[in-house]
T-cell receptor, first 113, second 112 residues
Framework: EAQVTQNPRYLITVTGKKLTVTCSQN?????MSWYRQDPGLGLRQIYY???????DKGDVPEGYKVSRKEKRNFPLILESPSPNQTSLYFC????????????FGPGTRLTVL | GEDVEQSLFLSVREGDSSVINCTYT??????LYWYKQEPGAGLQLLTY?????DMKQDQRLTVLLNKKDKHLSLRIADTQTGDSAIYFC????????????FGIGTKLQVIP
């Protein structure tokens, strides 16, 4: 089944404890992206990647890191999480061309205490 | 820069039509999209319209695009309780890979 998977789905952590949220897609898509969703603010892009070893900042990159060593994986790293990073995070992937439809993962709900 | 605006909430009765509106600022938008987010799930593409079109119809869904006013609307005919969700308007700009900017989402509540 063609899909984007994220792990974990839920995570409660404490300030300053490094964490990684994994994202994987099995559709051979070139483009991958991370968003955070907050009430009243909608979806905001954190980082995106247009292909392997190519990443770029989105609208709200502060406090986050990403890597794209393989085409299928795009992990999101929080080196020192803070409470303002409590949010719902979505990974998405998209093939080039066509209508640039993005395929979203199921989301990761992160709480930083 | 890009900005996509939509109202936060819409309530309709089952069987009525729903109209969700969106305005965008960038006149060079290439595609405009409507995504649907059901409770506890990620977003799924519902429909999209290319910027050189005025209207697109797909079963119960009608998308209208007014480029002059930079206004996009989604009409859902015969709204059902299963249509209750958050609907996001989005635009992409430019050629090649296109960055997509999302609105804040309109929560549609369908009353039985």
């Amino acid at each position: 089944e063609a899909q984007v998977t994220q792990n974990p789905r839920y995570l409660i952590t404490v300030t300053g404890k490094k964490l990684t949220v994994t994202c994987s897609q099995n559709m051979n898509h070139e483009y991958m992206s991370w968003y955070r969703q907050d009430p009243g603010l909608g979806l905001r892009q954190i980082y995106y990647s247009m292909n392997v070893e190519v990443t770029d900042k989105g609208d709200v990159p502060e406090g986050y890191k990403v890597s794209r060593k393989e085409k299928r994986n795009f992990p999101l790293i929080l080196e020192s999480p803070s409470p303002n990073q409590t949010s719902l995070y979505f990974c998405a992937s998209s093939p080039y061309g066509q209508n640039n439809e993005q395929f979203f993962g199921p989301g990761t709900r992160l709480t930083v205490l | 820069g890009e900005d996509v605006e939509q109202s936060l909430f819409l309530s309709v009765r089952e069987g009525d039509s729903s109209v969700i509106n969106c305005t965008y600022t960038d006149s060079s938008s290439t595609y405009l999209y409507w995504y649907k987010q059901e409770p506890g799930a990620g977003l799924q593409l519902l429909t999209y319209i290319f910027s050189n079109m005025d209207m697109k119809q797909d079963q119960r869904l009608t998308v209208l695009l007014n480029k002059k006013d930079k206004h996009l609307s989604l009409r859902i005919a015969d709204t059902q309780t299963g249509d209750s969700a958050i609907y996001f308007c989005a635009e992409s700009i430019g050629g090649g890979y296109q960055k997509v900017t999302f609105g804040i989402g309109t929560k549609l509540q369908v009353i039985p």
